[in-house]
């Protein structure tokens, strides 16, 4: 029975992706299946799937490179799924001794912003290059990839074109989402934003719309529903000024829930938004939320992304929108508002499209194949 090692240094061992669906379809597909991740310390068997995580994210490199390795040493895996390049380099090293696929599981950006916002601008291009060059090397290092979206292939697949690779998009199980298909008014609605409160994420051009549809439309019952929170405290100052500016009141905030309730959490939205700025790593993104949403029967209100355009076609369950025209946004709404057969239409439609195109069940044996072919030819 061939033997599969998740390692993942910044995601946890209960990661949606990693754990709920990539390990557990191996798992009913008869592999032996193991997930190291570093950040937290935990050591267990979960649905037959082998657990050990170490709280040693905030260790030195080399520290975290090591105890992979140990992780590889001792449970000999015939291959490496890494999320990250620091897998990756443990990954290599343990190749060193036994013949073993490594694949490279791109789900992120990388660099990400994050990783340079604290830099100065000078050293931001700097740092920058160098994680590129980090990036490069671990995709030399690999001997296949998953790419999570097709904006996410520069630059690995183009440099390293003859590497197996497949596109494994993030479409969640259909039993971890909830339809719930309303019936709009034309007097109410529930608008929705869910995920990371931030001026990066779109929370003021979410109120900036909202605002514009409730200065057209002062007799209309606009309901804000929020499920999320900030990270940092300027998100957190800034949000506060937002809320004490708004006009609107009837805003309800809850925290942020687990993705097996994800859906349930924003059951009684009319229309679900994400209107994130412009910038490149967020182009080069394919939202999660966006397949929850529509799974969930809900209309869907987007920042106009490369990564969403040049996967799918939204025009028969919502709108791509520049996320700062306000007044645009506000006419999309008011479309519904006053063609609620359209709004039925689309929800409909969205609900459809999810079972029939963007739910695991049709991507779950394109990747358990592609593992298969991965192992060397002896495990």
Avoid at 162 to 183: A, C, D, G, R
Wanted: net charge positive; proline share 4%; aromatic share 16%.
């Amino acid at each position: 029975m061939p033997k599969i090692l998740f390692l993942t240094t910044a995601h946890n061992y209960d990661d949606d992706r990693i754990f709920f669906h990539q390990a557990k379809e191996l798992i009913a597909s008869g592999f032996e299946v193991k997930i190291c991740s570093l950040t937290s310390g935990f050591k267990s068997v979960i649905e037959d799937i082998e657990i050990e995580s170490f709280d040693v994210l905030n260790e030195s490199i080399q520290s975290k490179i090591d105890k992979f390795t140990e992780v590889c040493n001792s449970y000999q895996p015939d291959c490496i799924v890494c999320s990250e390049p620091i897998a990756v380099f443990a990954a290599n090293k343990f190749r060193k001794t036994k013949k073993v696929s490594v694949v490279y599981d791109i789900t992120e950006w990388y660099p990400a912003m994050s990783m340079l916002q604290n830099y100065q601008f000078l050293m931001k291009w700097i740092h920058g290059f160098k994680f590129f060059l980090i990036q490069l090397y671990a995709g030399f290092l690999s001997t296949h990839f998953i790419f999570g979206e097709e904006t996410k292939k520069f630059p690995l697949a183009y440099f390293f074109p003859f590497k197996k690779k497949i596109i494994l998009p993030y479409y969640p199980h259909e039993k971890f989402v909830s339809e719930n298909i309303k019936k709009l008014s034309t007097d109410q609605i529930t608008l929705c934003y869910t995920g990371a409160i931030s001026e990066d994420k779109g929370i003021a051009n979410f109120f900036n719309a909202v605002e514009e549809l409730k200065k057209r439309n002062s007799q209309l019952n606009i309901k804000i529903l929020i499920v999320g929170a900030t990270r940092k405290n300027e998100d957190e100052v800034c949000f506060s000024e937002i809320l004490t500016k708004s006009s609107v009141k009837n805003i309800e905030i809850r925290k942020p829930t687990s993705f097996e309730e994800f859906t349930k959490a924003f059951a009684d939205a009319d229309i679900c938004f994400d209107l994130r700025n412009f910038n490149f790593e967020n182009h080069h993104s394919l939202p999660i939320k966006l397949f929850y949403y529509i799974g969930a029967g809900k209309p869907i209100i987007y920042s106009d992304l490369k990564g969403i355009r040049k996967h799918m076609d939204v025009s028969h369950f919502g709108y791509l929108v520049n996320p700062k025209d306000s007044k645009k946004i506000a006419d999309y709404i008011e479309f519904y508002l006053k063609n609620p057969g359209l709004y039925s239409l689309h929800a409909t439609n969205a609900a459809k499209e999810f079972k029939k195109n963007y739910n695991w069940n049709v991507i779950k044996n394109s990747f358990v194949n592609f593992i298969k072919n991965s192992l060397p030819n002896n495990a």
